[in-house]
């Protein structure tokens, strides 16, 4: 049996293979509706209008966002699920290279108790609006049952790209998604 560094290694190896391939999922597929709440949630498709409370600050409504912003990754997440943790990274360094270029990310958190989303930012600052789904509403609209999962959406309210899941390229197809998008 191995044991100390390399046992170490393979264990978290391994949980990274589970974890890329499954994300933090309960399983089923997720639909979506336009900004008029109608049709499948694919790429091409509409992505609904939400208003959800930025923690600490007041409503932040994804109109507003588009209106500000050439593109914005809608990404649901949670503090417990590792997946989400391992990309959080990713996302802070789009975000950090693309937001004076019209890019902006609406973080979606769905943990089911404040508390514990106020500690993690405490030791966490995330540099984007962190928003709190404490209904879970937006995650019911957009039927998401599993984390994480994020949409980029462009100005017109149109998704570009969907991901249900960890994936360790998101943040390259994303970078090349908003390199192709005019002005970023």
């Known amino acids: ?7 170490n290694s393979a264990r978290l190896v391994a949980m990274l293979l589970v974890g890329s391939s ?3 999922f ?4 997720f ?3 336009g900004l008029a709440d109608s049709g499948p949630l694919e790429v091409g498709g509409r992505a609904p209008n939400f208003v959800l409370a930025e923690v600490n600050k007041g409503p932040l409504e994804l ?17 417990w699920c590792g997946p989400c943790l391992i990309e959080m990274p990713v996302l802070e360094q789009l975000y950090e290279k693309y937001r004076y270029d019209g890019f902006s990310i609406l973080s979606v958190n769905e943990d089911d108790d ?12 995330l540099p984007f609006p962190v928003l709190y789904d404490s209904e879970k509403s937006v995650m019911s ?19 570009l790209y969907l991901l249900r899941g960890y994936h360790p390229y998101m943040g390259v197809q994303i970078e090349q998604i908003l390199q192709g998008k005019k002005g970023i």
């Open 1 to 7: 049996m191995k044991t100390g560094k390399v046992a």
């Open 22 to 24: 499954l994300g933090c």
């Open 26 to 29: 309960s399983g089923g597929d």
């Open 31 to 33: 639909g979506y509706s």
């Open 63 to 79: 109109r507003e966002s588009l209106a500000e912003n050439d593109i914005v990754l809608i990404n649901f997440w949670a503090t």
């Open 114 to 125: 404040r508390t514990t989303l106020d500690r993690f930012l405490a030791d966490n600052p």
């Open 141 to 159: 609209r957009y039927e998401v049952y599993g984390f994480p999962t994020s949409i980029l959406v462009d100005k017109e309210g149109t998704i």
